[in-house]
């Protein structure tokens, strides 16, 4: 239980420091500015500069004057759009045998027809022999990175499957994902045979979308990256890198630190337009097949309440190289959000279709220690877990 009277000071505290974090991040949008429209005019020496002192952190790799932008074109009608979400039970170590589920939807519109939409779901039980049949390397336990990976590359299975079911001859497509195409978080496992293998599956589908000219996009919301305010850090010398001394560029404060990447494009794109298109510099990337390495752009989305948010769209290589199909993903995405005021209906939809609700997971609960016991097992749940579903107080 929560005992709100016990935060009513803390709360006065928070708002003071988020007033002055505002008051900091006015100036720090002004100064970002500055430096963007300073690198703009001389983004290729910018560039070398960067690839010459390699900084540690991430910075993002300039193919274009960084403060392009370009207004929404027309959507293609009539579009098939479709798009994958997941969801999950993650292993429980109150609960004996070890396993875990995952399900993941499908999601298909055909836009300008009247044609049926694709909509269902597909759940998975995974357990350890399931697992050792899939991954050379035998992992010690299963925990919520490997989970999550394999979700990820569930969906990213199935929206593969939905787009080849779904594509018409003629008909222009765009495939949807939720969520980053960069497998960053698969570093970490500390088993790296099964970071390799799970991030060469997961390539493997990237790479097949291509073989079939299938469109695919994902679709951050309110990203906290910071590598084109990284960039713009290294020029103005705040990294661990020197800066050339031609980049000095006024004013010389504040710091940039603590700065995202929306906020400044947040200031710099007006409703509907995207930024340039940047490639990922993230360490990972080396792993990926040449032409699916991960690029992305800032898009500005209006709602209909009249407030904006920013969005990074990530797409492959092969896709940011082609301006027809970065088209057709900007009007898309665009048009998709003014559907789900401010957020793609394709991914609304299949996030509804793809979660585990609290009565479902504890019907699924209920079935398999049915089904154990009539097998003759004995399913265990701890007495923790036993107390929590019947509080008696």
């Known amino acids: 239980m929560l005992d709100i009277s016990q935060l009513r000071a803390q709360l006065d505290e928070f708002q003071d420091y988020e007033a002055s974090v505002r008051d900091r991040r006015v100036e720090q949008r002004r100064r970002a500015r500055a430096v963007l429209a300073s690198c703009d005019e001389q983004w290729p020496k910018v560039q ?55 399900n993941v939807s499908r999601v298909g519109f055909q836009y300008g027809t009247q044609e049926e939409p694709l909509l269902d779901s597909v759940p998975r039980l995974r357990f350890e022999d399931d697992l050792r049949d899939h991954i050379d390397a035998v992992l010690g336990s299963m925990t919520t990175e490997l989970v999550s990976a394999l979700r990820d590359e569930m969906e990213l299975e199935h929206l593969l499957a939905a787009a080849q079911e779904e594509k018409i001859d003629g008909r222009p497509l765009v495939a949807l994902a939720d969520g980053t195409l960069i497998r960053w978080m698969i570093r970490g496992m500390n088993n790296e045979a099964a970071e390799d293998a799970l991030i060469a599956r997961y390539t493997d589908y990237l790479q097949s979308f291509r073989a079939a000219a299938l469109p695919l996009a994902s679709y951050v919301s309110m990203p906290a990256t910071t590598e084109v305010v990284n960039l713009l850090r290294f020029m103005v010398g705040e990294l661990d890198v020197a800066s050339p001394d031609a980049f000095a560029v006024s004013p010389s404060k504040p710091s940039l630190e603590g700065l995202l990447d929306r906020h400044v ?120 877990r036993r107390s929590k579903q019947a509080p008696r107080v």
């Open 48 to 102: 070398a500069a960067v690839e010459e002192a390699q900084p540690r952190r991430l910075v993002a790799a300039l193919q274009e004057a960084p403060r392009t932008t370009t207004d929404a074109p027309a959507r293609p009608t009539p579009i098939t759009v479709v798009a994958t979400d997941g969801s999950q039970i993650y292993p429980d170590r109150h609960v004996d045998p070890t396993f875990f589920l995952l």
């Open 265 to 384: 494009f947040d200031s710099v794109l007006a409703p509907g337009q995207r930024s340039a298109t940047f490639g990922s510099t993230s360490h990972i990337q080396r792993a990926y097949p040449e032409g699916s390495e991960v690029c992305y752009f800032y898009l500005k989305v209006p709602s209909t309440s009249g407030t904006t948010e920013m969005a990074r769209v990530e797409v492959p290589r092969w896709v940011a190289d082609e301006r027809s199909l970065l088209d057709r993903i900007h009007a898309t995405v665009l048009r998709d959000c003014e559907k789900g005021d401010g957020y793609p209906l394709a991914l609304s939809e299949a996030h509804e279709r793809a979660v585990i609700r609290a009565s479902e997971r504890e019907a699924f609960f209920r079935l398999m220690e049915r089904r154990l016991r009539r097998a003759g097992l004995s399913p265990t749940n701890s007495r923790k």
